[in-house]
């Protein structure tokens, strides 16, 4: 497979008459690609995306570093991605390189990460190769895929490195996969929809667990519904933690009741923006990425549809069809039990779970692309860690029309102070 190469961004400057008209056709379903779609990352945030967060915690700052396109044959409909690589090295019998292959030889589990796929039940797996000056991503050839049999829309991975296994969400159903990639064990991939509460049996049509993360200290697997659910105040996602008990014990069958232990919390979502396109969904933002982070916190990727047209790095007028923001979360602090900020008609269920608190760390347009999925990657030698978004590069056909996202990972370093 071809490899993947680093790119700039590209974009077709628009002005004046040509930009409206542009505009125009789209609104009007028009157009039936995204022609003249700025096709990189326009950062929102007022400082650049370079914003501090965490008062009186450990503060934390993201970095663009860059993007990455992926090759024409490399998969569609890619919409989570885990690093297969741990803080601490792997159990004996744990190796990713046994099933990841880059373009000569193994590559090692640094480089080793695996993606959903969301239009069947497929995991993907792929070798980043590394710049060796800056250690950012520079390449990425996929290789080995996996089937999940009884999965229909794959949308979030994540991996735990005790047990040398890779959890994995299905947005139909919903319900949870765990497929095992240590040898020696059976391949079979075990569905545990039991683990789920009843609240995230609520969840809308196609608005589920779009996302997935796993936190190898607590051994905490969190996911989220991508909107609200049914009897929660719109705009916002039932964010959900689910205890697994040490490496070693099984996780026990729930038997449809309620899952002990399980914390949940209300997350408010970034509001709607953008104009309806036929090719698109209408106008909402949903969380659809969790990155958990060594310090027990949370990167939560929210992505919102909709046409905008804005300026550009140079001051050029561009247009969107998505963008997205990266948020900072605590589990473990920072909720507003009151209830009220939830739903501005008044409306609370003071027995409702606590509104969590949240920092936006990077807001940006995306052009045509559709980033929803999110994990933190290995340390990069000048400081920080990796973090790693995929776009869910498809195609998406609406109202007779039909709209290719484009294929990219984009990669940020997150620094904390003190760095771990």
């Not at 999965?151 to 949870?176: I, K, Q």
């Not at 300026?311 to 050029?316: A, F, I, L, R, V």
């Not at 969590?356 to 347009?365: D, G, I, S, T």
Request: aromatic residues 6%.
């Amino acid at each position: 497979m071809t490899p993947g190469r680093v790119s700039a961004a590209r974009r077709a400057p628009l002005s004046g008459p040509a930009a409206a008209l542009s505009a125009a056709l789209f609104a009007a379903g028009v157009c039936r690609a995204a022609d003249g779609v700025w096709s990189g990352v326009v950062p929102l945030s007022a400082d650049g995306g370079r914003t501090s967060s965490g008062e009186g915690r450990t503060s934390c700052v993201l970095e663009f570093l860059g993007a990455l396109d992926l090759p024409d044959d490399a998969p569609e409909g890619l919409s989570g991605v885990a690093w297969l690589g741990a803080d601490d090295p792997p159990p004996d019998g744990v190796r990713p390189s046994g099933v990841i292959r880059g373009g000569s030889g193994d590559a090692s589990p640094v480089g080793a990460f695996a993606f959903a796929e969301d239009s069947g039940g497929r995991v993907h797996f792929a070798g980043l190769g590394f710049d060796a000056a800056t250690g950012v991503p520079a390449s990425c050839v996929f290789s080995t895929v996996r089937t999940v049999p009884g999965a229909v829309d794959l949308e979030g991975v994540a991996f735990d490195p005790a047990s040398g296994s890779l959890w994995l969400s299905d947005e139909c159903g919903p319900a949870l996969f765990r497929l095992s990639l240590r040898e020696g064990t059976d391949p079979a991939p075990e569905r545990r929809a039991d683990l789920l509460p009843p609240s995230l049996r609520r969840c809308r049509p196609n608005r589920s667990l779009e996302a997935l993360g796993f936190d190898p200290v607590s051994r905490t697997l969190y996911t989220a519904s991508e909107t609200a659910v049914e009897g929660d105040p719109d705009g916002v996602s039932r964010l959900v933690a689910l205890p697994l008990p040490p490496e070693g014990k099984s996780v026990p069958r729930s038997e449809g009741k309620s899952v002990p232990r399980v914390r949940e919390w209300l997350v408010p979502l970034e509001p709607a923006t953008g104009a309806a396109l036929p090719m698109l969904p209408d106008p909402f933002t949903g969380l659809c990425g969790l990155a958990p982070l060594p310090d027990g916190r949370l990167l939560a990727l929210e992505r919102t549809f909709g046409y905008e047209f804005a300026s550009g790095p140079d001051g050029e007028p561009v247009q969107s069809l998505c963008r997205f923001s990266i948020s900072l979360l605590d589990p473990n602090g920072g909720t507003d039990p009151g209830g009220p900020l939830l739903d501005p008609n008044g409306g609370t269920d003071p027995g409702g779970p606590p509104v969590l608190e949240k920092r936006v760390l990077w807001r940006a347009l995306a052009g045509n692309a559709n980033y929803e999925g999110i994990c933190l990657g290995p340390a990069l030698p000048d400081g920080g860690r990796l973090v790693v978004l995929v776009s869910d590069g498809d195609v998406s056909r609406r109202r007779g029309l039909e709209m290719r996202w484009r294929k990219s990972l984009l990669f940020f370093r997150l620094c904390q102070s003190p760095s771990f």
